[in-house]
């Protein structure tokens, strides 16, 4: 049927037998490295964007619903451009001609991808797609035989498996994925529905389930709630409970650990684990787990930023591995290299990622860092989100495993680099983050996101103790690590019972670290207003991440006063004035300015003075957080291992 149903213009085609043979390459290529090859037929339905950028209807069993919801509040102004652009969709209601033509299609792929040398497929009937849609009563309002009764309801998506069945011969493993449930969505597929279906299709051919879950798509904390979800096992329960009706194997998905995995699977809940994010983080964990190099698997952080690329029809990517979906582009090796000195300036992610990269690359690195430890501000975006630490662990495991000279408590100056005598310098020194020309920043209880790490972590600066006579109780309670990282874990749960700030907080800056600040302190039974003059909230943080944190901040009583203008700090107070006019005064034990950071090329400059040759990464030639750091320090080694 392609393009009919089509999601994202760059998806694979298998709609005609001219794609077998580049379908074959493929297969052969995996083949070659002893790994199994499978692919998943889909038609994308009322989630077939690509059919409403070029003018087609949606293929649909109903005519859908208005639906009201949060969705587009979370969205910067940019996003929703890009949603405006690709139109009003319109719809197809599917007659009896165009379920035919659509059985047949899956029917046809499905022998395509057996003629190519695929070793199953994946008829794909979840996540708001058309057998999906017809699966549901919410979607479905039909009368003919395809709607009403669960049974009627389930005919489309028995009559494709027999098809594909009758077409690929008894033989030939084929898996079915359905939604076990739909997440805030009122009369949508229900558990009971999902275990009746799963055995209708053990007995109508299927050789395993997978089991996923879907969601209302216009209230955007639900985006990370059903198969892709922010909790982790949120689909586990749902899986054991179909396992149980049933004889065939089932497999599992959604943010579930290895470790977690197998207990299931000894368990006898399911039998085997689905990855999305964890191989796009790291393609090699499962050889990783099979030869017991556990420590080496590149972590997912849960941020979103592969998911998020696909709603502003964008290509997949990934945060902490930087070369998904460039593999191609960015493969090095160190055949025939000539071996470097490279000095790395700061030991943040940026740095830490550019010194394990260019030691795997067989250079000689010296990595130096002015603190007592490593990890920049990525050790404090690891308490306020936890899933960050797990990055921060793994890099600093990295460089301690590689023959990397780190230096701490070492300022890197023109001359001392002259003295290593580098072929190449790294700098990756972070964003420079001041606090704005606000009235009243200059007053004793103003805190910079700097200031805030300091009174957290218990690292000191002659400008936090002026600033609180506390501080040293900081310290002393919560710890002052050194060497290469903290423990954060014990850091977090000390701050849930003492911290050194007042019950009232505002927060001026409504970007990433300003959001995060919000969540991270209201958590702890703080009072929390945002305020900023940014039209929407969130910038830096991807949108599926965003959708979920504002929603959540809101529903714990966080104040959110985008637009705000006239900022004024005063004693005890900060005064605004809200989008609508409205002059607002909001209590204020604390202000911290979450806002400010730019990028600073000062050391960088002074380098090339010097006659070094550098190369700029992270936060210094601009605010790009983890994937910003990740991305540039891969794209620096690349350009010192082939100049």
Not at 302 to 312: F, K, L, M, N, R
Not at 346 to 371: D, F, N
Not at 546 to 562: Q, S, T
Request: charged share 25%; net charge negative.
């Amino acid at each position: 049927m392609y393009p009919v149903g089509q999601v994202q213009e760059w998806q694979v085609a298998i709609s005609d037998d001219k794609y077998i043979p580049g379908l074959k390459r493929v297969v052969d290529a995996v083949h070659s490295h002893g790994a199994r090859f499978a692919v998943q037929l889909h038609q994308g339905g009322l989630n077939a964007v690509d059919d409403t950028v070029a003018g087609r209807p949606q293929w649909c069993p109903s005519i859908p619903e208005q639906a009201y919801g949060d969705f587009a509040d979370g969205m910067l102004i940019s996003e929703l451009e890009v949603l405006a652009s690709t139109g009003m969709p319109t719809h197809r209601v599917m007659d009896k001609e165009d379920i035919r033509v659509l059985v047949q299609a899956f029917a046809a792929g499905a022998r395509r991808a057996r003629e190519a040398g695929c070793d199953a497929v994946e008829v794909h009937g979840g996540h708001g797609y058309v057998p999906s849609s017809f699966l549901s009563p919410k979607t479905n309002r039909r009368t003919d035989e395809y709607g009403g009764s669960l049974e009627n309801r389930a005919r489309l998506l028995l009559e494709i498996l027999r098809a594909v069945r009758a077409e690929v011969g008894p033989d030939y493993p084929l898996i079915v994925k359905i939604d076990s449930r739909e997440v805030g969505k009122d009369g949508g597929i229900s558990l009971e529905d999902a275990k009746v279906t799963a055995q209708w299709l053990e007995k109508a051919g299927a050789d395993a389930i997978t089991v996923s879950a879907y969601h209302e798509f216009s209230k955007g904390k639900l985006h990370s709630a059903s198969n892709i979800p922010h909790e982790p096992n949120t689909n586990l329960p749902a899986a054991a409970a179909i396992k149980e009706v049933m004889t065939l194997p089932v497999i599992a998905s959604g943010r579930v650990e290895p470790e977690q995995a197998d207990a299931e699977i000894s368990q006898g809940r399911f039998d085997f684990l689905a990855m999305g994010r964890k191989l796009l983080a790291d393609p090699h964990l499962p050889r990783k787990i099979a030869e017991g190099r556990v420590t080496e698997i590149r972590p997912c952080v849960y941020c979103y930023t592969c998911v998020s690329a696909i709603y502003v029809r964008e290509k997949t990517r990934c945060a902490v591995n930087p070369e998904c979906g460039q593999e191609y582009r960015q493969k090095i090796s160190s055949t025939g290299t000539v071996r470097k000195r490279v000095a790395v300036v700061g030991g943040g992610p940026g740095g830490m990622e550019a010194a394990r990269r260019l030691a795997t690359g067989g250079h000689e690195v010296v990595l130096l860092e002015k603190s007592d430890r490593l990890g920049g501000t990525l050790r404090f975006a690891s308490l306020a989100y936890a899933a960050n630490e797990r990055l921060l662990d793994w890099l600093c495991s990295q460089v301690g495993s590689l023959d990397i000279d780190v230096r701490l408590k070492t300022e890197a100056t023109a001359e001392l680099l002259e003295s290593l005598a580098p072929d190449d310098v790294v700098v990756a020194t972070g964003a420079l983050r001041s606090l704005p020309p606000i009235p009243g920043a200059e007053l004793p209880h103003v805190f910079s996101g700097d200031d805030m790490r300091e009174l957290v972590l218990g690292e000191s600066s002659e400008r936090v103790k002026e600033k609180t006579s506390v501080f040293t109780r900081v310290a002393t309670r919560v710890g002052s690590a050194t060497g290469v990282t903290a423990n954060l874990d014990l850091v977090r749960k000390a701050t849930h019972t003492w911290m050194p700030l007042g019950k009232n907080i505002v927060i001026i800056g409504g970007e990433l670290v300003g959001i995060e600040l919000a969540e991270f302190l209201c958590e702890r039974g703080r009072d929390v207003t945002v305020v900023d003059d940014a039209p929407r909230f969130g910038a830096g943080l991807t949108l599926v991440r965003r959708l979920r944190i504002l929603a959540e901040i809101r529903d714990h009583g966080v104040g959110l006063c985008p637009g705000s203008k006239d900022i004024q700090i005063e004693p005890g107070h900060v005064r605004f004035t809200d989008v609508a006019g409205d002059e607002h005064s909001v209590i204020a034990d604390q202000v911290i300015v979450a806002k400010g950071a730019t990028g600073d090329s000062t050391q960088a400059e002074a380098f090339r003075r010097a006659g070094l040759r550098v190369h700029e990464i992270g936060d210094g030639t601009g605010v790009g957080y983890i994937e910003g750091a990740m991305r540039d320090a891969m794209n620096a080694v690349a350009a010192i291992h082939t100049g």
